[in-house]
């Protein structure tokens, strides 16, 4: 069993390494690939070959387990990067035959407006709580209470 420490560093190498290549990757894909770093390039020249092969995802999977191999040693874990434990499934929100490198955004709940009897009440938050009055209408308050005094003393 592995100890903690090099689960942790596991973890992080793997993640490291997900990251990254998803990021040459799409620096590739804009044709950024020259000012990639050398490592990055052998590791996409190596996923670009693998293409010819095998299928995508077999090929992306070598890739992040040779970044990651490399990353873990560079972390300082000793010997054999471990096998990452296997991911719990994503949220029921996602389909059968969905793609993992799909993102899906979800649109912002708009708030909810509340009706009150009285128009000339003062507008009130969703959350229930009075709306703080803005600080330029106090500004405002005190100048006209100031010119008004002056006025009014002379």
């Excluded at 799409?26 to 690939?33: H, N, R, V, Y």
């Excluded at 507008?123 to 600080?135: F, Y």
Aim: glycine share 6%.
């Amino acid at each position: 069993m592995a100890s903690k420490s090099s689960t942790s560093i596991a973890r992080r190498a793997r993640t490291r390494a997900e990251a990254d290549f998803a990021t040459w990757l799409m620096m590739a894909k804009l044709g950024s690939f020259d000012t990639l770093p050398e490592n990055a390039q052998k590791v996409l020249n190596g996923y670009r070959e693998r293409l010819d092969r095998m299928s995508e995802i077999e090929s992306k999977a070598i890739a992040v387990r040779e970044t990651y191999q490399a990353y873990y040693s560079d972390m300082g874990g000793t010997g054999d990067a471990p096998e990452p434990e296997p991911r719990s499934p994503a949220p029921a929100d996602r389909s059968e035959g969905a793609v993992d490198n799909v993102v899906r955004f979800k649109k912002p709940q708009k708030p909810k407006v509340t009706r009150t009897a009285d128009r000339g009440a003062r507008p009130v938050s969703p959350s229930g709580a009075r709306r703080p009055v803005p600080a330029l209408l106090i500004f405002a308050a005190l100048c006209a209470i100031v010119v008004a005094w002056k006025f009014l003393t002379k």
